[in-house]
């Protein structure tokens, strides 16, 4: 039998979103305040679930303890931080919340 499991951490983090082809009004039209030079900040909520078996011993899918683990692990790395400042995957894509997402989700999946 499979079941899924979810769980979620929160996080804060702050963005400057450009794009060499849109200036002013235009990146503020595509970006909203995240396109501003001053940025914007987010308060987000990464979840994730989890689909499987229950593992007979343990009763779970996975560790509430070892699912928070992974999930604070990739967090971390841009909570309370500009996130186009701090790592080099934002300096050559906007740090949208869809890239922001995709730059967990990835992260996540490789320490799987």
Same mark, same amino acid.
């Given at each position: 039998?499979?079941?899924?499991?979810?769980?979620?951490?929160?996080?804060?983090?702050?963005?400057?979103? #450009?794009?060499?082809?849109?200036?002013?009004?235009?990146? %503020?039209?595509?970006?909203?305040?995240?396109?501003?030079?001053?940025?914007?900040?987010?308060?987000?909520?990464?979840?994730? $679930?989890?689909?499987?078996?229950?593992? #007979?011993?343990?009763?779970?899918?996975?560790?509430?303890?070892?699912?928070?683990?992974? %999930?604070?692990?990739?967090?971390? #790395?841009? $909570?309370?931080?500009?996130?186009? $400042?701090?790592?080099?995957?934002?300096?050559?894509?906007?740090?949208? =919340?869809?890239?922001?997402?995709?730059? =967990?989700?990835?992260?996540?999946?490789?320490? =799987?």
């Amino acid at each position: 039998m499979f079941m899924t499991r979810s769980h979620r951490v929160f996080l804060s983090c702050g963005t400057v979103c #450009k794009s060499p082809e849109w200036e002013g009004e235009e990146s %503020l039209f595509h970006f909203g305040t995240s396109g501003s030079p001053v940025g914007s900040g987010f308060n987000l909520e990464f979840s994730v $679930d989890v689909h499987g078996s229950i593992d #007979k011993e343990s009763g779970t899918i996975i560790s509430s303890e070892e699912m928070h683990r992974l %999930l604070w692990y990739q967090a971390q #790395k841009i $909570d309370h931080q500009f996130v186009d $400042d701090s790592w080099p995957e934002f300096h050559t894509s906007p740090p949208t =919340l869809e890239n922001i997402l995709l730059f =967990l989700s990835e992260g996540l999946y490789q320490s =799987l």
